[in-house]
């Protein structure tokens, strides 16, 4: 499963991994045994770096994690045929899976917090402009009003026994959301299995677990460069950008990255890196702040304090940042 993000250069890239700083020395924390593996899962690469007092519990709690992260592969790949998300796609009608309607409930959630900036119904537009196939197009603004009138969270309905509804022509995309509830779920089975302290980056969503502390590079979005070092601990970090899949036509630059509102690729910022306390929180938010942009999140952010957001913005030849909450860094939180 190819997820949003994962198309070409990664926005968040680990660079350091800092000792124990909080309740145990650091001679504890070198005591500790260490796995440090990295495979596949959701279309890209997954590091799982996990340290506890049992090899062997940790290699296969490791091993674990790769077989649940092909369980959600194929309940949820938008290329599987047979994935239930296709299925449902398909049928409009569908009785889920446990964990897919776990997913979809939350995506519906996530929808009204963030005021419909983050959508889980916008695959129709998805396939309008091309991002589904690579035909990629810039529609009529006829084709866009038509294909927005199947986009709307608000009709998804739930019913008992995990029975999804869609309305006629109406599709799902998790894009945005499966990779963080995924990655929730793998945290929470290490923890159990018992793993102390822990690092797991899927394809650049990386979550940070247990008394330490992981340096993580944000690329610059429009070099190949480090533009800045984050300290992260115990939270997630996702970055969203219109680096990661996009075409050009005329010299505009179309990403992605839908605004479900207006049926347009939301072109506010250029990136945006968000830290949030779960996987699934860093990974919806890094969608629907770049579809809101600086000035759009700022009141949203306000209300949300456990949430920090790094925009960043194209002004003439210079990458301008504006950030908002608490960031452990030279920078300063607003």
Not at 33 to 58: C, H, M, P, Q, W
Not at 161 to 183: K, T
Not at 282 to 294: I, N, R
């Amino acid at each position: 499963m190819v997820m949003r993000r994962l198309f070409s250069v990664l926005g968040v890239a680990v660079l350091v991994l800092a000792g124990c700083r909080r309740q145990a020395p650091k001679s504890d924390l070198r005591n500790l045994k260490r796995v440090d593996t990295t495979g596949s899962a959701f279309g890209s690469y997954l590091r799982v770096l996990a340290a506890g007092k049992n090899e062997a519990a940790i290699r296969r709690a490791v091993d674990s994690v790769f077989v649940l992260c092909d369980y959600f592969n194929r309940l949820w790949s938008p290329f599987s045929e047979s994935s239930e998300v296709n299925r449902l796609n398909r049928a409009g009608r569908l009785k889920v899976s446990e964990h897919t309607r776990r997913l979809i409930e939350q995506g519906l959630e996530f929808s009204r917090r963030t005021n419909g900036a983050f959508d889980i119904t916008v695959a129709p537009l998805m396939r309008l402009w091309g991002f589904r196939d690579r035909r990629f197009r810039v529609p009529l603004p006829a084709e866009v009003e038509a294909v927005r009138s199947f986009v709307g969270y608000e009709r998804v309905r739930l019913g008992p026994g995990n029975e999804v509804f869609l309305e006629p022509g109406m599709e799902l995309d998790l894009g945005g959301i499966a990779v963080g509830y995924a990655l929730d779920r793998v945290v929470e089975l290490l923890k159990r299995k018992g793993v102390e302290v822990g690092l797991v980056d899927a394809g650049g969503d990386i979550a940070v677990f247990g008394d330490f502390r992981a340096a993580i590079g944000v690329q610059n979005p429009r070099s190949e460069g480090v533009e800045r070092v984050v300290m992260v601990r115990d939270a997630v970090v996702a970055t969203s950008g219109d680096y990661q899949q996009f075409f050009e036509v005329e010299g505009r630059r179309y990403s992605h990255i839908m605004d479900p509102r207006t049926g347009y690729p939301a072109a506010r910022c250029v990136a945006v890196t968000v830290k949030a306390p779960t996987a699934v929180e860093a990974d919806v938010y890094s969608t629907a702040l770049f579809v809101m942009g600086p000035d759009e999140a700022r009141d949203w952010l306000e209300s949300h304090p456990e949430v920090a957001a790094i925009f960043y913005v194209v002004s003439g030849d210079s990458l301008q940042q504006v950030e908002f909450g608490v960031w452990s860094d030279s920078g300063a939180g607003r």
